[in-house]
């Protein structure tokens, strides 16, 4: 059983930067496509950026140009840089495998001030 422990998020000004980290326990962790999703207050998660096995990335609209998925599989660990942040950007942020097969972590919140 994958577990995934998010971590990295904060209080930060618009214009701000951060940099969150998923670490996931459990074998064949390379091998699978993995995310980040956001769940902003009243509203549904949604998919923000994902990163294949071999670093292939996607990004949606909105974040592209600002956040930079990447992964470290000798560590099991996920990243998301964060720059250039928006109060629309302010959710808890989620890791999982794409599509999201594993049990969700607690999330990391990530509250940006305008």
């Known amino acids: 059983q994958v577990q995934l422990v998010e971590s990295g998020g904060g209080l930060v000004q618009a214009g701000g930067s951060l940099r969150l980290s998923c670490a996931a326990s459990?074998?064949?962790?390379?091998?699978?496509?993995m995310a980040w999703y956001r769940q902003a207050p009243g509203k549904q998660r949604e998919l923000v950026a994902t990163?294949?096995?071999?670093?292939?990335?996607m990004y949606i609209e909105s974040v592209k140009g600002r956040f930079t998925i990447s992964r470290d599989n000798a560590k099991n660990t996920v990243y998301l840089q964060m720059n250039s942040l928006k109060p629309e950007d302010t959710a808890v942020y989620y890791c999982n495998a794409v599509p999201a097969s594993y049990s969700w972590g607690q999330g990391t919140q990530v509250t940006v001030s305008s």
């Open positions: 990163i294949t096995s071999g670093a292939n990335t």
């Open positions: 459990g074998s064949a962790f390379g091998i699978h496509a």
